[in-house]
């Protein structure tokens, strides 16, 4: 598992979790979710993979609503929502989202774990747009990325670095490192795998980029 999902990032919050909103886009049926559902947020996911989404909900026995109905559903994007109404999963293409077609026009998080990294290059604009576009004006965009030499090594995963979200987010974000972990220490669980592909460094990042006010 690379992600490094940390309830120290939400600690110092304005509103209570129970008043904010998590946007995770391409989700799958990461445990990411549970933990920000267990700290009392309202979780809204995409995902293309039908069998991640009935896996996330059967895993943690989470039961879903019978034909739910909301203004917002539409026949692109198909709801998974729990009964309590605080995790709701949506099976579809992330780049035919529309604040729209989501159950909230915004968020105060979104927790990107990876998805960014595995967009096409011609796709990533109009996925950074769309991130912004629901991003609260004060709402943190955490993303996790891989910072490696991308002459040793193409991937996946893919090579971002917070170099690489500047070209698309730095004209109106701030841009800023929560987190980092080299790989190739020697205690890292991931150490020999990127050693065994000729890598001399590995690094990963949660970075979070925030609206310019």
Known sequence: ????????????????PSEMRVF???CGNAVDMLMLYNLGFTVVGVEYCEN???????????????????????????????????????????LKCTPESLPYSQF??????????????????????????????????????????????????THVGRDGLLQYYGDE??????NRHDCLQPDHPKRDIMLRKGLTSFAYEVINVMKKL
């Open 1 to 16: 598992m690379w992600e490094y999902m940390n309830a120290e990032y939400f600690q110092n919050l304005k509103k209570s």
């Open 108 to 157: 105060d998080i979104i927790w990107d774990r990876a998805a960014f990294g595995s967009i096409n290059f011609c796709d990533r604009q109009a996925y950074a747009n769309l991130m912004l576009s629901i991003l609260a004006t004060d709402g943190m965009h955490l993303i996790d990325t891989f910072e490696y030499d991308q002459q040793q090594f193409g991937g996946p995963p």
């Open 52 to 94: 991640a989404i009935d896996m996330f909900f059967n895993d943690h026995a989470i039961p879903k609503q019978k034909n739910p109905s909301a203004p917002w559903i539409s026949s692109a994007h198909v709801p998974n929502i729990s009964e309590d109404g605080r995790i709701v999963l949506l099976k579809g293409d992330i």
């Open 173 to 178: 974000c701030s841009i800023t490192e929560v």
């Open 24 to 26: 995770v886009p391409m």
